[in-house]
């Protein structure tokens, strides 16, 4: 399809999460790739992986911040 592609796979992943988007398509990413989601049961899955990956990273922006007020002292 003409795509550039770098090692991060930013192209790619833009034009998955438009078809996403656009055709309402339950697409989930994983270590082993993109998958369709199938049940309920792998979409409670998907979510709580998403929302523990949001935890440790509020986790360590506040860690950062903190660090950084410290060895600034601010």
Same mark, same amino acid.
């Given at each position: 399809?003409? &795509?550039?592609?770098?090692? $991060?796979?930013?192209? $790619? *992943?833009?034009? &998955?999460?438009?078809? &996403? ?10 270590? +082993? ?10 979409? +409670? ?7 523990? +990956? ?5 986790? *360590? ?14």
């Amino acid at each position: 399809i003409g &795509i550039d592609e770098d090692a $991060t796979h930013v192209q $790619t *992943r833009g034009l &998955i999460l438009q078809a &996403i988007q656009a055709l309402n398509l339950p697409v989930a990413v994983g270590s +082993r790739g993109y998958y369709m989601i199938d049940d309920e049961k792998e979409l +409670r899955e998907y979510v709580n992986s998403i929302n523990g +990956r949001i935890s440790e990273m509020e986790k *360590r922006k506040n860690l950062v911040q903190k660090a950084f007020e410290k060895y600034h002292k601010i």
